[in-house]
Structures are given as structure tokens and as C-alpha cells.
């Protein structure tokens, strides 16, 4: 029996049920609406006259109730059933009947408002472009492509400020239009944008207005729609965006003429790896990024900066999701990347530096840092991962002891390091050396992809090319780090990189985070479990719940050494897990199947 059948009011659940399930199918916001309306209607035992009468319930607003008011209006409709009456019309009759004061007029019911954005602002602007995709499709935009279409609706800027004293842009009206649940958004690590079911009906009223007022000042055929025009789906030579999540998965076309559209998928290998987009080599700089941690001391923030600025170069500090030291090609024209589809004007390079001072490093060590600091590294992407130690040989006094203590300790994590990783370690002997360091790296750089501003330098002297990995069609990994080591097979001088904001929402601690990568981190939170030991559990047992499910499976003694039998294959010694961690882990996991 479903639950409709056995709900006092079957009808409106069903409705409710229906709108549930294409919430989810569409990853709206709306989900967590309809599911609370849905559990209110189920549990009610109350046989409803009218979808009116259930306001009282929670989670059922006047606009849900009006909606199913209108869905029992064409269901009566279509089956010649006669529409109950809304029972506050049936009680204003009856007060009117009864000799109530005429004087007085009945209290009007107060139908909520459409939100109707203000004539070219912002959100007017971004509804319109998100309009102008097929509503019946999954096609959504991203945040520069929705830029760029929703400039022509708007009087202000999307990207620049209208106030050089504050940071407002009209894309900061995008949070009112997520906030009121008009757009969601989806995907990772680029985010995606579409209009909810409200959100189009907003989208029609704006255009129903516009053609009205334009029937009004405009006669037919006596010119071309303006860009302001909303009936206008393109300006000039601008892309359609209505094929962007087509399954052909092309790019779409630049501005310039000159430039052919590119082809993200090669649907002649069978392996379907994305076809990259090479960089011309004299289109972007190297540059040096530093972290906004990496100081001196906390009043002397600005030494690092200052020291590369006297070696000549110039480093742009900011927050860096994983690493504290990066080199990205800047481009010399802002909108390079604008013609594939992308935000920013920066590509990752393949070097990234983790530099730790020697107390800094135990303590990492200590409270697991080091591990998961490694995990975000590999997770990354970047192929050439450099551990810079800094005053490995400790002289001072009051750290010596713990030198000697923890000697063992760091000889074992460097050892990890280099040959287990695969990272190459770096010794500096204090922070000095390190700034000289990321300059000589810097200048290797910039020989290599031959930007150097060196006169002398010529574009046979380039060492290596850089490609670009659209974000459109990337995932994360493992089809990431899969790509990614097909292509650097194909072309080891070739350096594949993907867009910086790309890059921070791949190697961020939560926001693109998979189910593997979350069960990884919660197997490195038990002591002795490292980042390969936790590879080879998750391998044996995909998810949490598939490791719940087998120590329930199994009685007490065996859940101690559950994992230490199935790991006994291993021919790497350093992977294998002894029968006391097996039993640590059986008491974290285990704990709920006993």
C-alpha cells in the first residue's frame, strides 16, 4: 500500500510527492520545502474540504496551498467533479447572510507578492539571462558565461565596482536571488547556475512586461531589437549559451573571429580524455604566489615580500587552499580566459612548495597535520610537490632536546616523504635561504616556458608548453588524477593545468569534497592510519557503510582482526596493518555493530 493511500488527504499528498521528486531530480533548495510539507501532510489525520484548510499544518505556507488549490482545479476539471468551496469565502457569505455590518468591508486575504526586481538591476539582469535557457532541459551557466549575458540587461557592472571605496558588484545580487530560492545552484568544482520553478515564473512575468512595454513605444520591423531588448537572446557576436550542456561538450566560440572553437571531449579515443587548449607561450607570465601566513614574525608580515621584491620578484600574497608557496601563468590580457568559458586569468603550473620550519613540522607530525597536509597535495593534482624544511639543523639551545626526542621521528617522516610520496624534500637552513630559494625556482620558471623579460631569450628556447584542462567537463578525482596521468604520459614536456579558482575548489578541505575523500579523512583520524593505509582500506571497502555492514557481520574477535586478515595480500610492508591497529580501528568502527 503507498503512502498516499493511506493519508486522509491522498490527493494533495501526491501533488506534494510529485514536486518532491523534481526538486530532487533538478538539486533544488526546494527539496527541504516539499519534504517537510510532505511529512506534515502524511502524518495529518484530518480530512481536508479544501487545500486552504491546510495552512494549519507545518510547512504549508499560503503559496504551497495555492498551488495545490490550482492543481485540484484542473483535476476537478478534467474529471467533471464540482470544486470544493474555500471556506473563508463560505464564512464571509455567511456573516454577510446572518446581518453582519456592511459598513465594515471583509478583511481581503493577502496574497503573497511575486518578487519583481527593479528594471535593469541586478538580479532583473541575471533572471533574464538565465531565461533565455530552455526551461524544459538541465542546461545551466557558469558564473562568467552568466556574466557576460546578463551584462547587456544591466545599468551597472558585473565585475568592477561602481564605488572604487567599496567592493559591490551587481553579481553580489545573485545571493538575494539564492537566498529567496529563485536560482540554485549545482555542480563541482565550478559552480553552475540555473532558475528554480519560481525563479522561471519571475523570468516570464519580466519578459511578458517587456513585450508589452516595447508593443507600446516600438512598431514591428522598423528596427533591430537593442541590447536591452530581453527578446534579444545574443549580443552581437556573443556565444549562445543554450547548448552549453549538450552532450557534444564543445566550448563556446570567442569573440574574435580567429579563434576556432575548441573541442573538449575526443570522441575519437575510446578513453574520452579532454582534448586541452593550448597556451600560446608568449600570452602570460610566471608568477610567484605567496600565502597569507607565510611571514616573518607577526609584526614583521612583509619581509618574505619585501626580500623577493630587492631579488626582482614581485609576489602577489593571498589565501592558498593547500601549499603556502605556488607558481601560476598570468595572463597578459584579463579576458583570455573568458573565450573558453572560464573565470580569472590565471592557470596552475605543475610546482607547488609545503615549507615547514623543523618545530613546525613535529608539531604537524604530533596532531596529524602531516598526513592530511599530504593527502590535499596528491588530491591536488600538481605533479611536482616540493617539502622545504627550513633549519633542519637546529644550533639553538632550547630546541635541541626536542631535536634529539623527535630526531627519529623526522628522519622517518622525510624518508615517507621522498620515497613513499614521491615529493622532493628541501633543505634550507633558515629563512633567508628559503627566499633565495623561491627566487632561483621562480627564474628556473620563467626560462623554461621562456617569459623571461630578457631580450636575449628567443621562442626556440622554451623547455616547456602549457595546455589548459576546461573546468566545464573536469571531475574530480580519481578521473582527475586519471586524466591528468594520461596526458602527462603522452606529453611529459607539457605542463596541463587547470584555472586558479578551479584549482582552490579541488584542493579544498570541504567544499568538493567526495564520499571517498571523506571516509579517507575519517580513517587518517584514527592514530597510526596513514594517508596509504587508508588507500588500501577504502579499496576493500568502498564506503563507511560498507565497513560498518562488515564488522556487523562478524563476531567480536573477529572484528579485531578483521582488517589486518584482509590486508595480509600486501606486499608493501609499510601498508600492511598490524593486528593492534586492526583493533584500534575495530573499536571506532566496530563499536556500533557489537
Not at 499560503?62 to 473563508?88: A, H, I, S
Not at 608568477?287 to 601566513?293: E, W
Not at 631569450?457 to 622554451?462: D, L, V
Amino acid at each position: 500500500m503507498s503512502n498516499s493511500e493511506t493519508c486522509a488527504n491522498p490527493l494533495l499528498l501526491g501533488w506534494i510527492k510529485e514536486w518532491l521528486e523534481q526538486a530532487r531530480e533538478r538539486n533544488t533548495k526546494g527539496v527541504t520545502v516539499y519534504k517537510k510539507a510532505y511529512e506534515s501532510m502524511k502524518a495529518c489525520p484530518l480530512v481536508f474540504q479544501h487545500p486552504s484548510e491546510a495552512q494549519q499544518l507545518n510547512g504549508l505556507g499560503p503559496k504551497l496551498c495555492e498551488r495545490l488549490t490550482d492543481k485540484l482545479k484542473d483535476y476537478c476539471n478534467e474529471n467533471g467533479l464540482p470544486m470544493p468551496e474555500d471556506p473563508r469565502t463560505v464564512k464571509a457569505s455567511k456573516r454577510k447572510s446572518d446581518g453582519a455590518d456592511d459598513s465594515q468591508p471583509a478583511k481581503k486575504t493577502r496574497k503573497p507578492k511575486t518578487y519583481a526586481p527593479a528594471l535593469r538591476s541586478g538580479p532583473y539582469a541575471l533572471i533574464l539571462a538565465l531565461g533565455n535557457l530552455d526551461e524544459n532541459s538541465n542546461q545551466s551557466m557558469t558564473k562568467a558565461q552568466l556574466i557576460e549575458q546578463a551584462q547587456p540587461y544591466c545599468d551597472t557592472s558585473f565585475t568592477a565596482p561602481s564605488d572604487p571605496t567599496k567592493s559591490f558588484t551587481a553579481w553580489n545580487s545573485m545571493k538575494t536571488l539564492l537566498t529567496k530560492e529563485l536560482v540554485y545552484t549545482q555542480g563541482h568544482p565550478l559552480k553552475k547556475y540555473s532558475l528554480t520553478e519560481e525563479g522561471w515564473e519571475v523570468a516570464k512575468a519580466i519578459k511578458k512586461t517587456a513585450q508589452k512595454s516595447n508593443q507600446s513605444t516600438l512598431s514591428f520591423g522598423s528596427r533591430e531589437p537593442t541590447a536591452n531588448d530581453p527578446r534579444t537572446t545574443q549580443r552581437g557576436n556573443l556565444p549562445d549559451y543554450r547548448d552549453i550542456d549538450t552532450e557534444a561538450g564543445l566550448l563556446p566560440q570567442s569573440r574574435s573571429n580567429d579563434l576556432p572553437t575548441q573541442t573538449i571531449f575526443d570522441e575519437d579515443t575510446a578513453d574520452s580524455t579532454p582534448s586541452p587548449i593550448p597556451i600560446p607561450p608568449n600570452s602570460f607570465t610566471v608568477q610567484l604566489i605567496l600565502d597569507t601566513r607565510e611571514v616573518r614574525t607577526s609584526k614583521d608580515r612583509d619581509y618574505i615580500s619585501n626580500e623577493l621584491i630587492r631579488k626582482g620578484i614581485t609576489p602577489e600574497v593571498r589565501a592558498l587552499e593547500v601549499g603556502d608557496t605556488m607558481w601560476v601563468a598570468k595572463f597578459h590580457d584579463p579576458l583570455f580566459l573568458r573565450q573558453y568559458g572560464e573565470e580569472g586569468d590565471e592557470v596552475m603550473l605543475d610546482w607547488i612548495v609545503e615549507r615547514k620550519r623543523l618545530d613546525d613540522l613535529i608539531g604537524s607530525i604530533k596532531d596529524g597535520r602531516f598526513h592530511e597536509q599530504k593527502f590535499r597535495l596528491r588530491r591536488s593534482g600538481i605533479k611536482n610537490v616540493i617539502y622545504l624544511i627550513e633549519e633542519f639543523a637546529i644550533t639553538h639551545e632550547s630546541n635541541a632536546a626536542a631535536a634529539q626526542k623527535y630526531n627519529d621521528m623526522v628522519a622517518s617522516a622525510i624518508a615517507q616523504t621522498e620515497v613513499v610520496n614521491g615529493y622532493f624534500v628541501k633543505r634550507t637552513k633558515n629563512l633567508d635561504d628559503t627566499i633565495r630559494y623561491l627566487a632561483r625556482m621562480t627564474f628556473l620558471l620563467r626560462n623554461m616556458y621562456n617569459t623571461s623579460p630578457s631580450p636575449s631569450s628567443s621562442p626556440s628556447q622554451a623547455t616547456h608548453t602549457l595546455s589548459l584542462l576546461s573546468t566545464r567537463n573536469l571531475s574530480i578525482s580519481p578521473t582527475y588524477q586519471q586524466t591528468l596521468s594520461t596526458l602527462r604520459t603522452r606529453n611529459p614536456t607539457t605542463t596541463y593545468g587547470v584555472t586558479f579558482p578551479t584549482f582552490c575548489a579541488i584542493a579544498s578541505k570541504s567544499e568538493a569534497l567526495t564520499l571517498r575523500d571523506i571516509f579517507l579523512k575519517m580513517l587518517m583520524c584514527t592514530r597510526g592510519v596513514s594517508g596509504d593505509k587508508a588507500l588500501e582500506i577504502q579499496r576493500q571497502w568502498a564506503t563507511p557503510q560498507a565497513f560498518i555492514r562488515a564488522f556487523e557481520a562478524l563476531g567480536e574477535k573477529e572484528r579485531e582482526t578483521m582488517v589486518a586478515d584482509r590486508m595480509t595480500h600486501l606486499m608493501v610492508g609499510r601498508k600492511k596493518i598490524a593486528k593492534v591497529l586492526s583493533k584500534k580501528i575495530a573499536e571506532v568502527w566496530g563499536m556500533e555493530a557489537a
